[in-house]
């Protein structure tokens, strides 16, 4: 998760390192108005077929609340700027 995601955009990593199987299946992030939001994901199994399942992570390994996210200002569209 080098690189910043566009607003509206954002991504899913496979967890290769689950701990139990509570873990998440997919880890990432997204941003939405200005805030880097991490992200969870579950594959699950539902009556009319399989899903995935969202959660705003809030985990942290030390146990003190997690700053889930992150603000980055918007850009500022200066359509009159020559470059």
């Known amino acids: 998760m080098a690189s ?3 607003e ?3 991504v899913l990593f496979s967890n290769n390192k689950k701990s139990s199987d509570k873990a ?8 939405h108005n200005g805030e880097l939001i991490k992200i969870s994901a579950w594959q699950r199994q539902s009556a009319v077929g399989p899903l995935i399942s969202l ?4 985990w942290t390994p030390n146990g003190q609340p997690s700053r889930s996210s992150q603000k980055f200002p918007r850009p500022v569209d200066d359509g009159d700027v020559p470059f």
């Open 24 to 31: 998440p299946d997919f880890n990432g992030q997204i941003m």
């Open 4 to 6: 910043v995601p566009e």
């Open 55 to 58: 959660a705003v992570n809030t």
């Open 8 to 10: 509206g955009k954002g």
